[in-house]
């Protein structure tokens, strides 16, 4: 159930690069806050990474995300999620039946938000044809049902493993040249208003001849997350901080 077109609307809720995990469980709180009506979106959007490691036929990164999975279910009852997978988490339909899932082969999204053409994408997307292989055979049914059983044989080691080192990583760098690095990824490739894209956790934007071009803040750096609004007919997304009240 994955229409080709979606409407982005007034106040939607826009998160990036999460990467929850044991060592990053500030989105479990931002959820709940949600859930419990404190914060009301419109409409949810993730961004990809939402965590540090959640695959479809691997049993164990469900059982440990297994408290956000169920928040997020619980929301898609109410109000509308759309979730463009990510590097980290992906092959995710049977885990989110209610949520409409976008796979990294349909990115980057066309939507539209008063009369204006927006494409959404986690970012993981238009690289070199082997790294293009690379995400094709990682993704693969087969190949993570083997990497499952191996999984499950070594007690967990290989995610265990996956999320110390996940953990170790430094989320918040900024990249040196991103502006240039985003011409080449996206120069003559796109005709829209704007072009939104988490993936590269540098909260910047970059102006192109025909559209704006926006890189979302991580929500695993800072707990950056963007609200959808209008301010004197001008479109934009505002950045928003989220911290838990004691």
Do not use: W
């Amino acid at each position: 159930m994955s229409p080709r077109k979606i409407e982005i609307k007034e106040g939607a809720f826009i998160i990036s690069d999460a990467h929850c995990s044991d060592f990053r469980p500030a989105l479990i709180d931002f959820l709940i806050d949600i859930r419990a009506g404190r914060l009301r979106p419109t409409q949810i959007i993730l961004m990809g990474d939402i965590f540090d490691a959640l695959f479809g036929e691997i049993p164990y990164t469900h059982h440990v995300n297994r408290t956000v999975i169920n928040i997020l279910n619980d929301l898609s009852l109410r109000v509308e999620i759309i979730y463009l997978e990510g590097n980290h988490d992906f092959n995710l339909k049977s885990i989110f039946p209610r949520i409409k899932i976008f796979p990294i082969e349909k990115q980057p999204v066309e939507c539209t938000y008063k009369e204006k053409k927006v494409y959404l994408a986690h970012g993981d997307f238009g690289n070199s044809i082997s790294y293009k292989l690379y995400t094709k055979i990682i993704r693969s049914s087969v190949v993570l049902h083997l990497l499952s059983f191996l999984d499950f044989v070594s007690k967990h080691a290989i995610v265990k493993r996956l999320d110390n080192y996940l953990s170790q990583k430094n989320d918040c760098r900024k990249i040196q040249n991103f502006e240039e690095i985003v011409h080449l990824h996206l120069f003559g490739r796109y005709e829209c208003d704007y072009f939104i894209e988490g993936h590269f956790h540098q909260g910047s934007k970059v102006y192109f001849e025909d559209f704006e071009y926006i890189n979302l803040g991580a929500f695993a750096c800072n707990q950056r997350y963007f609200t959808v609004k209008s301010i004197e007919d001008k479109e934009l997304l505002e950045e928003n901080m989220f911290s838990k009240e004691i």
